[in-house]
T-cell receptor, first 117, second 115 residues
């Protein structure tokens, strides 16, 4: 069975602080994909990043960076110099390719980030 | 390209009624998935359609059903509504391959309130 855990339910930071959102996953598959989505108050999930299990290289995109570590089954997300517009619920998700057939994302419970001015 | 669109955005129904929600995927996407989001249960997978066929189904009662049309547009139907069906229903589409590894792109959702 696949599972995604986001232990942080809510985080509050002051603008310009750095913040890291944790994601721990469980899967028996050797090939899998991890995702981060952002859900602002409008409700739409916005795709942020996708990473496959064979690529442990960290990635930086502007103020966002991701740290993928297979050894600890973690895929953490850091926002540098946070801004009020970053306030949203962030979801980590997992899917595998064991049969490469059909979609069935497993989402974590989400972390609500509040960035205060 | 236009994103995933869902109609209506908001809906209020009473217990026992039925409801139909609509989703238009991104042009060229053939896979459409539906999710239910509630504060208590989070995001839960309902079902997925590809080329007009349901390929996967989550753990929901038979009151929840869906279909996909030849133009990849999808509808989901909930019959005999219960108070617990109040939720945000999200539709997602993915690339034409419809593989498990595809990135899903989500619509804005339909917020259903059952009174």
């Amino acid at each position: 069975a696949q599972k995604v855990t986001q232990a942080q339910t809510e985080i509050s930071v002051v603008e310009k602080e750095d913040v890291t959102l944790d994601c721990v996953y469980e899967t028996r598959d050797t090939t899998y994909y991890l995702f981060w989505y952002k859900q602002p108050p409008s409700g739409e999930l916005v795709f942020l990043i996708r990473r496959n299990s064979f690529d442990e290289q960290n990635e930086i995109s502007g103020r966002y960076s991701w740290n993928f570590q297979k050894s600890t089954s973690s895929f953490n997300f850091t926002i540098t110099a946070s801004q009020v517009v970053d306030s949203a619920v962030y979801f980590c998700a997992l899917t595998s390719s064991w049969d490469n057939y059909g979609q069935n994302f497993v989402f974590g419970p989400g972390t609500r980030l509040s960035v205060l001015p | 390209k236009a994103g995933v669109t869902q109609t209506p955005r908001y809906l209020i129904k009473t217990r026992g009624q039925q409801v139909t929600l609509s989703c238009s995927p991104i042009s060229g996407h053939r896979s459409v998935s539906w999710y239910q989001q509630t504060p208590g249960q989070g995001l839960q997978f309902l079902f997925e359609y590809f080329s007009e066929t349901q390929r996967n189904k989550g753990n929901f009662p038979g009151r929840f059903s869906g279909r996909q049309f030849s133009n990849s547009r999808s509808e989901m139907n909930v019959s005999t509504l219960e108070l617990g069906d109040s939720a945000l229903y999200l539709c997602a589409s993915s690339l034409e391959q419809g593989k498990r590894t595809d990135t899903q792109y989500f619509g804005p959702g339909t917020r259903l309130t059952v009174l």
